[in-house]
């Protein structure tokens, strides 16, 4: 079935490090991808997406490319900061699903100054 | 503009209750999506209405329920609670259907069944 899968947590970082979390995904045909980020006591929010293979999302400092060939779409931040700190979640939409997205697990990121 | 509105934010009911909760679109979105959160299960899809016409539905039980109005507001239903059922309960809207549009989620509605 179609699902994704990301990386456990929590991940804890120093400020300014470099950030990876990644993700991968199993789907039928070819899906949007997604990064939603959930700040404490918050809804999701949309980080950034991409919608065809080899496209970049990117915002805020934060980049994914959807790799179909490794069925990828791993996050990056090249300096993170203390704000930065939440839960991300990957996610994939099928063509036509509208509302429907299938997420991961999500990885909660704690940042320390 | 105004984002997504649930209400009420929080709650708490006992086993064998039912509940209601409400979502209110940004307006001029017609899709309204139903999610549930707990921390076993991840987000779980529930249910997608547009023109409240129910479009996607989750593998959920015959209790989890929703609808929508004329004017995009939607409202779900669980019925008969179970412990299990505790979580957050999120909505989200986007514009039209099948696009690869933006969700965006209202900031939740907390569940407790005691």
């Known amino acids: 079935g179609n699902s994704v899968t990301q990386m456990e947590g929590p991940v804890t970082l120093s400020e300014e490090a470099f950030l990876t979390i990644n993700c991968t995904y199993t789907a039928t045909g070819y899906p949007s991808l997604f990064w939603y980020v959930q700040y404490p006591g918050e809804g999701l929010q949309l980080l950034l997406k991409?919608?065809?293979?080899?496209d970049k999302g990117s915002n805020k400092g934060f980049e994914a490319t959807y790799r179909k060939e490794t069925t990828s779409f791993h996050l990056e931040k090249g300096s993170v900061q203390v704000s930065d700190s939440a839960v991300y979640f990957c996610a994939l939409r099928l063509n036509n699903q509208g509302g429907k997205l299938i997420f991961g697990q999500g990885t909660e990121l704690s940042v320390k100054p | 503009k105004a984002g997504v509105t649930q209400t009420p934010r929080y709650l708490i009911k006992t086993r064998g209750q039912q509940v209601t909760l409400s979502c209110s679109p940004i307006?001029?979105?017609?899709?309204v999506s139903w999610y549930q959160q707990t921390p076993g299960q991840g987000l779980q899809f529930l249910f997608e209405y547009f023109s409240e016409t129910q479009r996607n539905k989750g593998n959920f039980p015959g209790r989890f329920s929703g609808r929508q109005f004329s004017n995009s507001r939607s409202e779900m239903n669980v019925s008969t609670l179970e412990l299990g059922d505790s979580a957050l309960y999120l909505c989200a809207s986007t514009r039209t259907e099948g696009t690869t549009g933006e969700l965006f989620f209202g900031e939740g509605s907390r569940l407790t069944v005691l």
């Open positions: 307006s001029g979105h017609r899709s």
């Open positions: 991409a919608t065809k293979a080899d």
